[in-house]
């Protein structure tokens, strides 16, 4: 009744409101953008444009990207509907901030010719039309802008979405003409020109732009390790998108098999004797969790500021400064210069975001936090609002509502002006400044408790303070880490041009190394943003994700992407952003052993290849799912914690328990195959597949090489583990023992690469992202370049191998290929898959893109460029290691190394000059370097020169090294 009640009136409003065409901005919202008519207007509306779509693109299916609408929509091209996003009244449900992504298929569209394009929009309250900018048409061949002057008119006639004269016709083309040329009336987006050019910022570490964000890969992230926030910048209509670190569909349950254990025996006998399909169908029935998957990390919402219209602003920028961790707009509009602040403090646990200008009462705004679903946004009294809301899932028996609660709870605290606060929207009118402050929270850690009672502790502590003082405790906090390390890699020629730019520059084959240390820098900047003591480690996202159902769920993937998320937390510097891992670790570890008695009938605790907040252990996805190494690969985690540290108490009570667990796991779920060798079975190379002799292909195998060195991996750390904390002689006798009859790396007799498994196989894929079998290598230590020679002749072979068939075409792979060149002393091909992966894989705000985005290239990144300049994994401190000559000159310091070591140096046409190691733990310290070098120790030179220094330390002393002329 209610429904009908609404179109009723809004049917009404139809008629009342613009019987007929006229032209509105896109985007922007009508109520806003239109005449006085549409501003209260609610119900059907229809956007038309005519666009022209060039004759080389002929046969492809294109792209139409129309951003979020207000609240739902259907869109049509030549009359044939290519998208509904929501659905319409009577069955109503919108979805307002959903981004519109359709592909218009090759046989709609008219090439060499105009098309037209027109879009049913419905808005039953509030704002309704197009919500953001970046509206345009593609295919590979190119896009065509669509922000302009569309035609609108409200009212509900399915008529509009056709031509109204034969499009082929005189007058067809004629209307389409006359329709062009007032449609670019609008230059860049919300209908904004943008005029002057705003100057570069003072800092080089900072991410800057003359333009708005038009989609959220142009946006700038922000992050207290709990909560994120990405920043647009649009003039108009701001939208500052939320993360809370704990959004999570789903909930706790036992996904065990219980027949598992029983096919176990049969599946590892068929694997045995070839019989990999058999095997698969049997393990497809049995061996998989159930359900075999988890779900997604969502958005929290949006925080949306209406801001007031200008037709023209100067000397826009809108930058991110990684060494104060502040994101800021700027802008003259009408004489007045705006500007607006936005940070997560992690001392304070909020979001502010302060709007001002430069004369008094000059702010304006109406602000909402809004969200797709499962959520309302109501006032809370003068100054609040709240975004309240519970996932909507339920239980798979009991069929009650268990998703999570979760709340974000804004307060307004403006000078001067005035407030008023009204069904979800606030309004604020000639302030001299205004200061906002978001708390948020789900009841995951305290389930069934108010999330709002913990906003309104932090919004009630945070506003005892005054801007100026959240602000510079904010940057003392992001300071007392991000300052630690500091990165020199040269001048560059573009170093003043905006960001998106100097990327430009690099895709088109330029060398700009101030944007490789603006990159390194902006993974530390990201692992601080997303990953602190006491919260949640980093997912596929880090804390950033616009979605509720996000590419792979921005889960926890633990085949690569989890852990290369933490490759660089010890040698950058940030050993504490590493710590929500081992709790992470720590949360699996019951239903891991769970997972190992039902599935394996093993002690110990197993993780396969993904995981969520809620304890899932069980295979996922499908057969490939059936990758029981996870949690062992995880433990070299907490081990290289305690290498970096020296940490020995942190080895004995959190390490140590983790690894013993996980390696217990491998000592039952190790089998003798038919030739006497102990192997995992089964077992996968994580993702790839093989070719059989007969010619069939399959991934489902037993004692793939992965498996192999990480368990030769977690054993020897377990061996030098227990023996460091003299426990566990048996154990230890029992892992050596093992280590001795576990299959051997094998080295391909026909063609001198590392095998990728058992057998020599063929590869169907020789371009696979994964090179998993490459871990000996990175981020293990059982291949060294020194050490084992032969094998690390034989992993290059491989690498070269997978690039020369087109492997690193995702980001993470690119990045894991830096650290593979770095580890092979190899500068100057670490150094073209540096530019690789800023020329391929980055998205215009520097994150990385798989695509989609995905955080853990940013991370393997960081790791790899780290790992050219300082390397100790083999025993020795390798300094400048893999320098490209790219990079004559330059310094760094505060990359740490294994054994507690803090390392600076600075080099010169290629040549190292000077070094200093600050030792945290004493021992001993055992240097290489690519030129001689000489150690001065209080003004005396002790040891002998030469390109390896072996000298003992003292922790808390510093030790300086020079360059032998
Ligand atoms: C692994 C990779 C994919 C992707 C996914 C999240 O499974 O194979 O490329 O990165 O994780």
């Known amino acids: 009744m209610k429904q009908l009640f609404v179109v009723l009136l809004t049917a009404f409003a139809a008629v009342a409101a613009a019987p007929d065409w006229q032209r509105l901005p896109v985007p922007g919202y009508w109520e806003k953008a239109g005449p006085e008519a549409l501003k209260d207007y609610n119900g059907f509306a229809w956007y038309r444009c005519f666009v022209e779509v060039p004759a080389d693109w002929k046969g492809r299916a294109l792209k139409l990207r129309l951003d979020a609408i207000d609240d739902c929509d259907e869109t049509f091209v030549n009359g044939r509907k290519i998208g509904a996003t929501g659905t319409m009244p009577p069955d109503y449900h919108g979805l307002c901030s959903t981004v519109r992504d359709y592909v218009v298929p090759a046989d709609a569209v008219r090439f060499g010719a105009w098309n037209l394009i027109a879009v049913r929009a419905y808005d039953a309250s509030g704002w309704g039309g197009f919500v953001n900018g970046g509206q345009m048409l593609k295919c590979a061949k190119g896009s065509v802008k669509l922000e302009g002057m569309w035609a609108f008119r409200t009212g509900d006639d399915l008529e509009w979405a056709q031509w109204p004269v034969k499009p082929g016709s005189k007058e067809g083309r004629t209307m389409a003409e006359e329709f062009a040329k007032t449609f670019d009336a609008i230059p860049g987006s919300e209908g904004v020109a943008f005029a002057g050019e705003a100057h570069a910022p003072e800092s080089d570490l900072t991410l800057w732009y003359r333009k708005p964000a038009r989609e959220w890969i142009e946006a700038l992230p922000v992050g207290n390790g709990r909560l994120g926030a990405m920043v647009f910048g649009a003039v108009h209509s701001e939208r500052i998108q939320l993360n809370e670190e704990s959004v999570w569909d789903g909930y706790e349950r036992d996904t065990t098999n219980p027949k598992a254990l029983e096919s176990l025996p049969e599946v590892r006998r068929l694997l045995f004797e070839g019989n990999n ?39 826009y920028r809108r930058d991110l400064d990684l060494d104060t961790g502040v994101a800021s707009v700027r802008f003259v509009a009408d004489g007045v210069r705006y500007t607006r602040e936005v940070f997560a403090s992690a001392p304070a646990q909020v979001v502010v975001v302060r709007l001002a200008a430069d004369q008094p009462a000059a702010v304006n705004l109406e602000l909402t936090i809004t969200r797709e679903q499962d959520a309302a946004c109501a006032s809370v009294g003068e100054d609040g609002l709240a975004l309240t809301g519970q996932i909507q899932r339920r239980h798979h028996d009991t069929g009650e509502v268990v998703g999570l609660r979760f709340e974000a709870l804004l307060r307004a605290l403006p000078q001067g002006g005035a407030m008023t606060n009204r069904d979800g929207t606030l309004s604020i009118e000639c302030a001299d400044e205004v200061v906002l402050l978001l708390a948020a929270a789900t009841d995951y850690r305290d389930r069934g408790s108010d999330p709002r009672a913990a906003c309104a502790a932090r919004l009630d502590s945070a506003a005892q303070h005054t801007y100026p003082q959240l602000r510079a405790a904010h940057v003392d906090d992001h300071r007392a880490l991000f300052r630690r390390v ?39 900047y990201l692992l601080i943003g997303s990953s602190r003591p006491g919260g949640l480690p980093a997912n596929l996202q880090g804390v950033w994700n616009e979605h509720m159902s996000a590419p792979w769920n921005s889960d926890y993937h633990t085949n690569i992407n989890l852990q290369m998320n933490y490759w660089p937390a010890e040698v950058a510097n940030l050993a504490e952003c590493h710590l929500p891992l081992f709790d992470y670790m ?55 914690h305690y290498l970096f540290s020296r940490d020995r108490d942190f080895l004995a009570t959190r390490a140590y328990p983790l690894m013993k667990g996980a390696a217990l796991f491998m000592l039952d779920f190790l089998v003798e195959d038919p030739q006497g060798r102990l192997v995992t079975s089964p077992s996968h190379s994580p993702e790839n597949s093989f070719r059989k002799l007969d010619g069939t292909t399959s991934m489902f195998t037993y004692g793939a090489t992965m498996d192999l060195e990480i368990i ?84 290059r072979k491989s690498l070269e191998h997978r690039l020369s068939h087109g492997g690193g075409h995702t980001g993470w792979s690119r990045a894991w290929i830096v ?23 980055t998205l215009p705000n520097l994150f990385d893109t798989h695509p989609p985005f995905q955080i853990d290239g940013n991370f393997g990144g960081t790791a790899g460029i780290a790992e050219m300049l300082v390397q100790s994994h083999a025993g020795e401190i390798g300094l400048l290691p893999a320098l490209p000559k790219a990079w004559p000159e330059g310094h760094f310091e505060g990359l740490r190394a294994r054994g507690g070591f803090e390392i600076d140096a600075a080099w010169r046409h290629g040549r190292l000059t000077r070094a200093a190691v600050c030792s945290t733990a004493g021992g001993t310290c055992r240097l290489r370097s690519p030129n001689p070098l000489r150690l001065e120790r209080e003004a005396a030179t002790t040891a002998a020169p030469g390109n390896v220094v072996e000298f003992a330390t003292q922790a808390g002393q510093r030790y300086q090294l020079y360059a032998l002329k």
């Open 819 to 841: 650290s593979f060149w770095a580890r092979l002393e190899e500068g100057e091909k670490a150094h073209q898959n540096v530019q690789a992966l800023l020329a391929k894989a």
């Open 486 to 524: 500091a990165l020199d890699l040269g001048p560059s020629l573009h170093a003043d041009r905006p960001t998106d730019e100097r990327l430009e520059q690099v895709r088109g084959g330029a060398s700009d190394p101030q944007l490789v240390e603006l990159y390194f820098q902006f993974g530390r």
């Open 712 to 795: 030769h991996d977690l054993f020897t750390h377990c061996i030098d583990a227990s023996e460091i904390l003299e426990t566990d002689a048996g154990l230890r006798e029992e892992l050596r023992s093992t280590l001795e009859r576990l299959a051997p790396l094998q080295i391909s007799q026909e063609s001198g690469r590392l095998q990728e498994w058992i057998e020599d196989y063929e590869e169907p894929d020789p371009g696979h992202r994964h090179m998993s079998h490459l871990f000996g290598l990175h981020p293990g230590n059982q291949i060294t370049l020194r050490g084992t020679p032969e094998l690390a002749a034989a992993v």
């Open 277 to 315: 399909a058999e095997a698969k169908e049997l393990a497809a029935r049995d061996l998989m969790g159930r359900p075999m998957g988890v779900h997604s990390y969502q958005s929290l919402g949006d925080l949306r500021l209406r801001l007031p219209k200008c037709e023209e602003v100067g000397d």
């Open 586 to 640: 720590d949360s699996l570890v019951a239903s891991g052993e769970r997972t190992a008695q039902v599935h394996y009938g093993a002690r110990g605790w197993v993780v396969h290849h993904l995981s969520d907040l809620f304890g899932f252990t069980t295979p996922a996805d499908g057969v490939w799912g059936v990758w029981p190494v996870g949690a062992a690969w995880l433990c070299q985690h907490p081990y290289e």
